[in-house]
T-cell receptor
Framework: GESVGLHLPTLSVQEGDNSIINCAYS??????FIWYKQESGKGPQFIID?????DKRQGQRVTVLLNKTVKHLSLQIAATQPGDSAVYFC????????????FGKGTRLSVIA | DSGVTQTPKHLITATGQRVTLRCSPR?????VYWYQQSLDQGLQFLIQ???????AKGNILERFSAQQFPDLHSELNLSSLELGDSALYFC???????????FGPGTRLLVL
């Protein structure tokens, strides 16, 4: 079975508010984590990644937090915009290098204008 | 645009038939991965190729097979198709030694 899961299947936020999407993973040996955004009818789009030797990584309007103690990953989106509406997947890489990712089921983010 | 291309974009076929999905990785990427995504589900890993050789196998049915050619493009062959094979099929590629995978736009397969 999957070792990565999501706490909330759907999330609705007001435009301009911050969004937080959560993800739990079960494999403590995972050393690389990644967030993807998937819009309707499109392929997953890379957002941000983080390695297990880091707790936080920031991108443009997005921040990923990693809590290895409780095996929890979160994606924060600042000033959420209508264009952020999509399904967000977290994924983990159990082995280093070119190996398959294990994906969670996804959270649907809906931005209310 | 990720740089990964997939054809065809849509495919409609009947049960029992065989189809071939094609993927061209980003320039220079040696690894190609195939994933299946059913309705409202996450992505399930099927198979990985690295520089022409099979590297890892996931939940791929025996009716499915894949290969990677010398020019690094890959094909996923689905045979004896069943209704339950209807799904989105994605290809991803990654650089040598890097975990980040970049996905193509997918092929939507509908088996009637």
């Amino acid at each position: 079975g999957e070792s990565v899961g999501l706490h909330l299947p759907t999330l609705s936020v007001q435009e301009g508010d911050n969004s937080i999407i959560n993800c739990a993973y079960s494999n403590s040996a995972s050393d690389y984590f990644i967030w993807y955004k998937q819009e309707s009818g499109k392929g997953p789009q890379f957002i941000i990644d983080i390695r297990s030797n880091m707790d936080k990584r920031q991108g443009q309007r997005v921040t990923v937090l990693l809590n290895k103690t409780v095996k929890h990953l979160s994606l924060q989106i600042a000033a959420t915009q209508p264009g952020d509406s999509a399904v967000y997947f977290c994924a983990e890489n159990i082995n280093s290098g070119n190996t398959p990712l294990v994906f969670g089921k996804g959270t649907r983010l809906s931005v209310i204008a | 645009d990720s740089g990964v291309t997939q054809t065809p974009k849509h495919l409609i076929t009947a049960t029992g038939q065989r189809v071939t999905l094609r993927c061209s990785p980003r320039s220079g990427d040696l690894s190609v991965y195939w994933y299946q995504q059913s309705l409202d589900q996450g992505l399930q890993f099927l198979i990985q190729y690295y520089n022409g050789e099979e590297r890892a196998k996931g939940n791929i049915l025996e009716r499915f097979s894949a290969q990677q050619f010398p020019d690094l493009h890959s094909e996923l062959n689905l045979s004896s198709l069943e209704l339950g094979d209807s799904a989105l099929y994605f290809c991803a590629s990654s650089e040598q030694g890097r975990e980040t995978q970049y996905f193509g736009p997918g092929t939507r397969l509908l088996v009637l």
